[in-house]
Every structure is written in structure tokens, then in C-alpha cells.
């Protein structure tokens, strides 16, 4: 009702343009042996502070390309730099999620030669990117304390259709008096394929059993 | 280059009609003296909190109808209820943003008789609604201290187009190192033209400047 019918039928056309260059990225990852994450939340939840430190703390153990998503500014890319990974910037200068074919052009402007495992770090939007796949092997949705424990019922597609929640700034817990039991049935609730972390990234919290999982996968 | 052109120009001729409907919308808010406010920020930001002790402390002093968005759920709306404000919820289904005509439905199905003020609470997304004017008289973002100093730079649009900002979570800036003037000095270059507060609806920080301001305006 509310949305132009002839935009409805070109944005299908077009999200299956962008399935066909997510499935090709995923075929190129596949032979080249990286695993992928597409790191997706809304902005301030703490995904920039969450990869820089697994960036520092896994630096010369897993071989790690990071691309960012940022509607304006390189400010997050400069916060993943001289961690040891190759990381690149892409500006999408107003538009609000990443597509297939921005990473092929960032991964032919960075260069997949030698990586074991590739970042993206999406735009700070719970809606937009849960359409597109980027070709990754896992999507991570990350929440933190501070947003309330009624998001996953809320933004649902975004959990719905992620493999992993990351519960962050597990710091400010208590001060935000975070009520862990409803936001884990929410999670398991809506989400009930995704494997869930409670880290901080401030005190290290929980972050072990991240690295774990990644080099299982990785 | 990442858009599909027929979508661009179909989104610029959906963009000019929504302009129009919106025109409307102002022209009808106006024709009733009812100040408009529609409030954007990312997920979590504290929007419902916000305007929940908003609506308590102004109760029986300024007639007032809220209409709120959200993917899924009328959790919001359940919070604001019984506080002597008129609540209609909008489900959008996975729409990412509040759009003029169904401000304009939900004005027909609430009820404009009567009311001095109408708060839009806007979908949990820093992008997408800052494109869309609903015919409000006043844009407001909200901005938690959680998220980090430089979102104003990072989601430049928002923040370039609101007519008031207002810092939230002013309880927890102790707890996650706020940097109180570097995000003073992001916000002023960004939004020169926007009034500033900083409050607390927990603590009820700061709210009496806001109420000031409510009053002044309606």
C-alpha cells in the first residue's frame, strides 16, 4: 500500500541482481578458502570497538581484511588501522546498507591474496542490510546493553536471518540495569539458529569464546 | 553508480509526491494550531523513554496525540499509554521509515479535535526517515551518549536537517567515558541551526529546559 508498486518491482529485479553478485562473492571466498562475516547493528552498538579489539588480540594469528560501510567519513577505518589487518573504507556517501557489488570492488581494490578471514563492518542500520546478502558466511547481528531488550522482537528480520548475536558492552550492564533473561528469550525467540556471545569489548569479557569460534571456522 | 538509475528517478518522483502530501499535512496541523514534532534517532536511543516521561510530566497541561512506528510491535505504544496523551501505533512491516501519507491515515483514525501537540516517533534508523518530511513544524534527533561522539558526522543528513538535538542517557555519560565537548563540537559543526539539550529521562536531567521549550513552541 504505502510503497510504489513499479519501485517494488524494479527493487525485486534489483535484489536479485544483487543475490547473483553475492553468490558469485561467495563462490571467489569459497575458492579462495576465507571465511566471511558481514557484522551488522545499529549505529553505536559497538561494532567498530568489537572488531578493533579482535583485530589486536588475534594480530599476526589469522591473516584479516576489514571493510567498512560508513555513510560519511573514514573515522572507523583509521580506528581498525595498525592492528596488523588490511583494512579498506568504502563511503557510500547517504546510502544506508552495503550491496554485493561494492564488496567485489572493495575485495579488487584490497586484495584477497594471502587472507584467511574478511570483516565487513555494514552501515549502522538495523533494516536495510538484513536484505542484502553480500555473500558472506555468516551474518553477525550485534546488540548492545544499552539499546533495550526488545530489539529482536522489534527489528526481527535482521535476527531472523542472522547466524550469530553478539550481546556487547556486557560492561554496562548494570548500569543500564539490563535484564538478561528477557533479552536472551527474545534472541532465542526470534532467533533461534543464532549462536549468541555476551562479550565486552572494553573488558574483554566473554571475547575468548568469540576467538574460539572464529578459528574454528576459520 | 550503486543505484539503479529507473529507481532513482522513481524514488525522486515518490520523493516529490511524499513532499506534497507532507505540505498538506502542514497545512492541516496549522489550520488546527498543532505543533509537530517528528523525533528520529538510531534503535535504542531512548526515544520511548524520552517522550514516556515527556507525556507523564506535561499530563493534563498540553493536550497530546502520539503516533509511533515501528518494524513489529506496538511495544512502544504500550509504553506510552495511560500517561493522557492519545497513542496510535504504525506497524510498517519491515518499512524503514514513517512516510506523510500514513501520517496523515493515522491523523484520520486518531483524531486531530482537540490536541496542541503531535509527537511522531519515527522508525529506530539514523538514514532513511531524514528524507522524509511528514509536514512537522520541528525535526527532532536524539542522540545517546552510548553511541559514541562522531554519529553527527557520520550520518551527516539527520543532523543537517533537525531543528533540535538532544544528547540522551546524560545518567550514563560517567559510565561510558562520554566525551561531553567533542560531541558538542561534532553536533555544532554539523547542525549549527539546531537547539541543543542534554537530558536524562531516568534522572529527569535536563527535562525542565525541554519543557520550557514545548511550552514556548505550542
Known sequence: MMKDRRILAIEEAVLAKNDQMAARNREEFKRRGIFVMNVVSSPGSGKTAFL??????????????????D??????????????????QITTDGYCHLEANMIAAACDQMGLDGLKLLIVENVGNLVCPSTHDLGEDVRVALLSVTEGEDKPLKYPVLFKTCHVAVVSKMDLA???????????????????????????????LGMGAWYDFLRGRV
Open 174 to 204: 548494570e548500569a543500564v540495569e539490563f535484564d538478561r533473561e528477557a533479552a536472551l528469550a527474545n534472541l532465542h525467540g526470534v532467533a533461534p539458529q543464532a549462536q549468541v556471545f555476551e562479550v565486552s569489548a572494553k573488558t574483554g
Open 52 to 69: 578493533a579489539r579482535t583485530l589486536a588480540d588475534l594480530a599476526g594469528e589469522i591473516p584479516t581484511g576489514v571493510i567498512v560501510g
Open 71 to 88: 555513510l560519511a567519513t573514514d573515522n572507523d577505518a583509521r580506528r581498525l588501522e595498525g592492528k596488523g589487518a588490511r583494512v579498506l
